[in-house]
């Protein structure tokens, strides 16, 4: 289902942080004065909501990521109480595994299997506040991410990531992708989270999306603004369509291995790491995902 709506009014921060007012710091959050939630998801159901979300079995791989995508509550599952880690009504949990050998359907081996999960043809939006709250685990060359993608070629219908992080504990980073301006020469912003918390906690990634700009937020202040006028010195502006939501666990390739610079045993992935996802605790933990619109 697709929506839209006019620009937002209202800023980023001042939205947020009507969310985020009076409510607690766990679980769920109420709808900002003056909007409308389009799309919600708490995770609070006994299995994945497939009516709200397709999970993504690998055919090809990009980036030289080092995992296959699969189906299986191996990577893909809800869970509760103490495993939810502070999630009140309980959390998706992404966990990357490794299974030496794993082949796809097409016969393509990986060491690695971890969980993807979208919108597309379920729902999809035009303008809005897009936002999750979510946990991360610090390790060099996991490639969590939270972002939204339009429904045709790349990158000619944009992408927008509201996070993605490459294991370093102390910072996130918003990225856009469009005609012009993808992959190495997109633009990019990154946030260092203040003293005392890291990626490791909850926090609320979001992103303001009108017909003028971008803005991207964590925990409600603002932290990477993108204007349309800006956005067209370098290519079309790739944000009038609609797109859909993506929540995925990536491992290793070309992004970590550009941060961390290790080549070895995998690409982006240093065996710290691979200790980490053989334990089984390289998991992402996302709260809920909520859209809203003015």
């Known amino acids: 289902m697709t929506r839209s709506c006019v620009a937002l ?23 900002p004065r003056d909007s409308r939630t389009i799309f919600f998801d708490d995770f609070s159901s006994p299995a994945l909501d497939r009516s709200k979300w397709n999970v993504i079995v ?10 296959a995508y699969v189906d299986s509550p191996d990577v893909i599952q809800l869970v509760a109480e103490g495993d939810a880690q502070g999630a009140e009504h309980g959390a998706l949990a992404v ?30 939006f035009t303008y809005g506040v897009a936002a999750a709250r979510v946990k991360l685990t610090a390790g060099a060359g996991l490639w969590p991410a939270f972002w939204a993608l ?20 102390a910072w996130t980073n918003f990225a856009l992708h469009g005609p012009g301006y993808s992959g ?29 700009a ?13 204007s349309r ?3 067209e010195t370098r290519g079309r502006w790739a944000y009038d369509n609609p797109k859909h939501l993506i929540v995925n666990q990536a491992i290793g390739g070309v992004y970590p291995r550009a ?12 065996p710290s790491t691979v200790d980490l996802i053989k334990e089984g605790n390289a998991v992402m933990l996302v709260d809920w995902v909520r859209v809203t619109q003015q």
């Not at 690998?58 to 995992?67: K, L």
């Not at 595994?97 to 043809?121: C, E, L, N």
């Not at 190495?184 to 005392?196: D, I, M, Q, T």
């Not at 961390?260 to 240093?270: E, F």
């Open 229 to 231: 006028s800006t956005v």
């Open 9 to 31: 009014a209202v800023p980023l921060a001042a939205v947020l942080a009507a969310t985020l007012a009076g409510a607690p710091r766990r679980g769920s959050v109420p709808v």
């Open 150 to 169: 339009g429904n045709g070629r790349w990158p000619d219908t944009g992408e927008m990531d509201i996070l993605e992080n490459v294991g370093d504990p």
């Open 259 to 270: 941060i961390n610079a290790t080549a070895s045993p995998y690409l982006g992935v240093p």
């Open 95 to 124: 966990r990357s595994r490794y299974r030496a050998g794993f082949r796809t359907p097409q016969g393509k081996a990986f060491d690695f299997i971890s969980g993807r999960i979208d919108t597309r043809s379920k729902f999809d």
């Open 184 to 212: 190495a020469s997109a633009f990019v912003g990154r946030k260092y989270l203040p003293a005392g918390t890291d990626i490791t906690a909850w926090h609320v990634y979001a992103m303001e999306w009108t017909a003028n």
């Open 58 to 67: 690998t055919g090809t791989t990009v980036n030289d990521e080092q995992q």
């Open 214 to 226: 971008l803005v991207f937020s964590v925990d409600g202040a603002e932290a990477y603004r993108v």
